[in-house]
């Protein structure tokens, strides 16, 4: 194995192995990606992959969203079937309450064009019949939609490996250290050097931020996820908690707990979980669940990605990220303009690491 | 073994299915299980994960006391929403969207 790259990135999963096809587009070789298990084993892998726009707040970060989701038809294209399916997002509320801040949603959204419509009772029934008739209204935007998490990473990874990229897994990084214009990388599996080096660690950003001396503040946040045996196809759209895959199996779970690393399933919060399915919708009382499983996300400490530069040492990158699997192509491409060009075409200013420094010295 | 063999009969997976993702470095259950569905099915690996441990075993040469079993997860058999179901309609860690979109002067941020 050569031991010299143009480009390092440590870290496979969804965010890193976007990084590394969409750097190989332009550079074909000199490319390593890193990863101290295998890509999916974390966070990428154990995820119920909506690619969702409509209710992030606030609008900046929707819109960003947006792009991304926009890049999938065409990265679909590219790579292969991923399973993308642009099937339109349904959040329903059951308490006429919501309607008003749905509506201030719907306002606001407006005005960077996302279009966010607000049902009524017999819209939101009309759209998806199997929802709780006890349902007050849903928001709904025909932008968002899912993906088939395994085979997104999966073409990733052999769309950039057909590119050049070299892919050296089950090699954890142990070391990194900074020379005149040039890492050194020391792995479990030997020590690479490279020109460029991106931080892709995911869930491990922390981690792998204090081998450079910096803090990447991200922390992890776990979610249980149940999945059923396979129904006939029945729901039309992913609905905010559930969605239905394309064989047939519904994957059901909006739930968040600080647990660190522990990825156990609870009983309680499978059974929330099983709750929130029946009150949505009442006719998978009958589905068989077949497996509980939870994922770390990786969340950083603002909610809002790390993307960019690391200031202070030259040619060091980061890209770390909530919702990796919607933001993959959009990252992807920023990034490989940044190391490659040295700017990006959607500034990303805003995602610097830089903002967690300004709010200490606040 | 034949390379048309099922390994996985809940998902239909074929042994040349599995050998080609250890050719592309996947080392464990769960790995192949990912990229093929090998294991997915309503028997949740009951039955192919010895089959899947030869495979690697063969391919890669490693010990079988070296390959990690399959991570198992509740419920070891199917069971139905509703009976995992306790019906309340209060939740605590489950969340609905519209909790998560902030408002700020009665704008959204």
Redesign the interface.
Known sequence: METSYETIIIGGGVVGSSIAYHLSERNKGGILVLDKK?P??GTS?STQAWVWVH?K???WYAEFSMYSAELYPYLSKKIGDVEYKRTGGL?P??NEA?RE??L??AK??ESIGIKIKVLTREEALEKEPSLNPEVAGA?YSSIDGNVNP?RLV?RYMRAAKKNGVQ?S??NKVTEIQKLPGKFMVVSQKGTFQCKNLVLAGGTWSRELGKMVDITIPINQLRG?I?V??PLKPFLNYTI??LRQAFNGEVLI?????KEGFNRA?T?????????????YVPS??????????SGIRAMPEDGFPILGRIPGVENLFVAATHSGVTLSPLIGTLMTELILDGDTSIPIDRYSITRFNNMETK | MDKSTIICRCEEISLEEIEKVISNGARTFDDIKRLTRCGMGPCQSKICNCLVAAAINEKTGTPFHEIPLPRMRMPISPIKLDTLATNSTTFSSVKSVLDEVELEDGKVR
């Open positions: 295998f999916l084993s892998g209710n707040t606030p609008s959040s509320f059951f919501d801040k749905a201030l949603l606001t959204y928001t395994f999966d892919y897994t089950y249980q149940l059923t045996e905010s908690g779970g909006y739930s968040m707990e399933t009983l309680e919060v499978m059974q929330e979980t099983a709750n929130l399915a029946v009150h998978l009382r009958k589905a068989k669940v077949v497996r509980a499983f």
